[in-house]
């Protein structure tokens, strides 16, 4: 349902980036408000990012740290955790939220640009802003609720059907995707 509004609120405002462009003065208003909220989002999706990196690592490490302080019958649930935590880190840096990186191209296109802004600079800022609205939309999406899920129910099958141990993680994974940044959705429905 989310997806499905989302498509039809970036699909017109895509037409429209290729065919309304205001005086240079308009242009650069239009600029300086879709830089100001991808870089607040920016700033909030390094902060996303960084505090589930940092879970992440402690959790694995803690995990490794405490089935060396078990019984070795009680060690394979430590074990399977801290990998299942250290995959959790891999997918988060692998994946990375676009927005991240289009505040910094958006920020570098701006600073060529120190004059009058053309049609292109803003229709290409205005790219930015819906790719960014995509990447954090595909982050809360069902489908990413579904791939934790499955990782989850893989770590849960490894314990329960390899060491006869059944457990899950499947709420920390929905927390991480429930609590993802998606504020660019909202300034690119506020900015058009």
Same mark, same amino acid.
């Given at each position: 349902?989310?997806a499905?509004?989302?498509l039809?609120?970036?699909v017109?405002?895509l037409?429209?980036a290729?065919?309304?462009?205001?005086?240079?003065?308009d242009n650069?208003?239009?600029?300086t408000?879709?830089?100001?909220?991808?870089?607040?989002?920016?700033?909030?999706?390094?902060?996303?990012?960084?505090?589930?990196?940092?879970?992440?690592?402690?959790?694995?490490?803690?995990?490794l740290a405490?089935a060396?302080?078990?019984?070795?019958s009680?060690?394979?649930d430590f074990?399977?955790g801290a990998?299942?935590? *250290?995959?959790? =880190? +891999?997918?988060?840096?692998?994946?990375?939220?676009? #927005?991240? &990186?289009?505040?910094?191209? !958006?920020? *570098?296109?701006? =600073? +060529?640009?120190a004059?009058?802004?053309?049609?292109? #600079?803003? &229709?290409e800022?205005?790219? !930015?802003?819906?790719?960014?609205?995509?990447?954090e939309?595909?982050?809360?999406s069902?489908?990413?609720h579904?791939?934790?899920? !499955?990782?989850?129910l893989l770590?849960?099958?490894?314990?329960?059907?390899g060491?006869?141990r059944?457990?899950?993680?499947?709420?920390?994974?929905?927390?991480?995707?429930?609590?993802?940044?998606?504020?660019?959705?909202l300034r690119?429905?506020v900015?058009?």
């Amino acid at each position: 349902m989310k997806a499905a509004l989302l498509l039809l609120l970036l699909v017109p405002t895509l037409a429209r980036a290729v065919q309304v462009c205001g005086a240079p003065s308009d242009n650069r208003q239009q600029l300086t408000f879709i830089q100001s909220h991808l870089n607040e989002e920016a700033r909030r999706a390094r902060l996303w990012t960084n505090a589930w990196g940092a879970s992440y690592g402690v959790l694995t490490l803690g995990q490794l740290a405490a089935a060396s302080a078990r019984p070795s019958s009680e060690q394979v649930d430590f074990y399977v955790g801290a990998v299942s935590s *250290a995959g959790g =880190l +891999a997918a988060l840096l692998s994946m990375p939220l676009d #927005v991240m &990186a289009d505040s910094l191209a !958006l920020d *570098a296109l701006v =600073l +060529a640009h120190a004059g009058p802004i053309d049609c292109e #600079v803003l &229709a290409e800022a205005e790219r !930015l802003l819906v790719r960014s609205a995509q990447s954090e939309a595909m982050g809360r999406s069902w489908m990413m609720h579904g791939a934790n899920a !499955l990782y989850s129910l893989l770590a849960g099958l490894v314990l329960g059907l390899g060491f006869d141990r059944w457990s899950s993680g499947v709420f920390t994974a929905h927390l991480q995707a429930a609590i993802a940044p998606s504020r660019a959705g909202l300034r690119l429905s506020v900015s058009f």
